[in-house]
């Protein structure tokens, strides 16, 4: 099996990827960073699956890159390589205005959302997407850089004016109707083929003194919680259906649940595997993974000593 792995800066989740492909599969892997290669250097390596590793964090800080990330899976979608995730599913993970117009279709419950523009009127559309708080982000990016969660007209001209100066983002900016979790943790359910394999929850914290705990971020000091039982059913149905809305291969989705039951926050294609996973789930889930993608599509790669 020959493997590329597409990435930006290279992080442990991609080394650790290589070295398991490397040791357990005997397999080839080219690690290729996206700033400096192309289509051709890819085909001619003629790889049996690309994994797009270039994560949508990277917008934070090289938006072009995402970019460049996007034409190159547009072209690699018309070959016949085998590539998680390809340009849908990626294109979800670096908007997710994208992502919630795909589920819109298929009505999966996710945040109302609206695309910010110069000339947007901002009353109108905090009565269209209900009332504050509401909540403003990036469009593309991730590890909660410039989130913010607004109470009045005045909060969120100044988050929005946050994301506007930003010199080295010029993605848009979405405002969401804010979605009450009725739990102290949110679910991060992970999808590998269109089948739910494991879970495990994150402590909600808060950004301010006064306000409840409402949101997951292990950058901004959620805690990562063990779900040790099997991923109740009407989760685990939720988030293969949401997971194929967005024609993910692999997908990593944060769930809370609301009055309204179980919401897609967010979908990440390219999840940061942390180390500290390993001590806490008590197995490793890059191997996990990988394994279930090698079954799933019938890739040729022997286990070593087997
Ligand atoms: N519309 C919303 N309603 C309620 N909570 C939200 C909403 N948007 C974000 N959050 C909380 O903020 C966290 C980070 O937002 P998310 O969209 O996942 O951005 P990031 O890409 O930075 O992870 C989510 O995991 C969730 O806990
Ligand atoms: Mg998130």
């Given at each position: 099996m020959k493997v590329v792995i597409l990435h930006h800066d290279l992080e442990n989740s991609e080394k650790e990827m290589k070295r398991i492909i490397e040791g357990k599969y005997s397999s080839e892997v080219l690690l290729l960073d996206i700033r400096k290669t192309n289509f051709e250097e890819i085909e001619d390596f003629c790889p049996d699956l690309i994994l797009?590793?270039?994560?949508?964090?990277?917008a934070n800080r090289d938006y072009c890159s995402v970019k460049k990330t996007l034409t190159l899976l547009k072209k690699l979608d018309e070959s016949s390589l085998l590539i998680v995730n390809s340009y849908d599913a990626s294109r979800s993970d670096y908007s997710k205005f994208f992502a919630f117009n795909l589920m819109n279709v298929v009505g999966i419950n996710t945040p109302r959302s609206f695309l910010y523009g110069l000339n947007s009127d901002l009353e109108k559309t905090v009565k269209t997407l209900g009332d504050f708080p509401i909540i403003v982000k990036r469009d593309s990016g991730g590890?909660?850089?410039?989130l913010a969660k607004c109470n009045n007209f005045e909060e969120l001209k100044q988050a929005i004016g946050v994301i506007e100066s930003s010199e080295d983002y010029s993605g848009g900016i979405i405002l969401q109707e804010f979605c009450e979790p009725l739990e102290s943790y949110d679910y991060r359910v992970w999808v590998v083929g269109g089948e739910a394999i494991l879970y495990h929850k994150r402590t909600l914290i808060s950004l301010q003194e006064d306000e409840p705990a409402w949101l997951a971020s292990r950058s901004l000091g959620s805690q990562i919680l063990r779900a040790?039982?099997?991923?109740p059913l009407e989760l685990k149905k939720f988030c293969e259906t949401a997971a194929e809305a967005i024609n993910s291969k692999f997908d990593v989705l944060d769930i809370i649940k609301t009055k309204n039951g179980f919401c897609v926050i967010e979908h990440n294609?390219?999840?940061?595997?942390?180390?500290?996973y390993k001590e806490i789930l008590g197995f490793c889930v890059i191997e996990k993974l990988l394994e279930k993608i090698i079954e799933r599509y019938g890739l040729e790669a022997e286990v070593n000593g087997e």
């Open positions: 797009n590793r270039v994560y949508a964090s990277v590890r909660g850089k410039d040790d039982a099997n991923i294609p390219t999840p940061n595997v942390r180390p500290e």
